[in-house]
Nanobody, 126 residues
Framework: QVQLVESGGGLVQAGGSLRLSCAAS????????MGWFRQAPGKEREFVAR????????QYADSVKGRFTISRDNAKNTVYLQMNRLKSDDAAVYYC???????????????????WGQGTQVTVSS
């Protein structure tokens, strides 16, 4: 079992920046990848970014590529999401997730992840 706790959400102006954190505890040795997803009111949960915990490779949704950066701190068991040039479409509850590599499941799908945090709200004002 892995416990994930997100933090860093809040209210920001359009064009501004925000940094989210996700601290993992428990059986963290089972984590192969960690990702960020978001869900806005009335919309489906969507993939934002993910990072391979072992080798550090990253992948981003097209909508955030060039603006968001995912990173990790293995010593602290923490993953970060640096969000720059925020837009109104970025407003959502952001969820951190962790999962193990296995056959026929890709890390850009929510079904890959077995552990989820409670989410942190990001609000963008204009």
């Amino acid at each position: 079992q892995v416990q994930l706790v997100e933090s860093g959400g809040g209210l920001v102006q359009a064009g501004g920046s925000l940094r989210l954190s996700c601290a993992a505890s428990g059986r963290t040795f089972n984590i192969d990848a960690m990702g960020w997803f978001r869900q806005a009111p009335g919309k489906e949960r969507e993939f934002v970014a993910r990072i391979r915990w072992d080798i550090g490779g990253t992948q981003y949704a097209d909508s955030v590529k060039g603006r968001f950066t995912i990173s990790r701190d293995n010593a602290k068991n923490t993953v970060y999401l640096q969000m720059n040039r925020l837009k109104s479409d970025d407003a959502a509850v952001y969820y951190c997730a962790a999962g193990r590599l296995r056959a026929n499941v890709v890390t850009t799908r929510a079904s890959f992840y077995e552990n989820w945090g409670q989410g942190t709200q990001v609000t963008v004002s204009s």
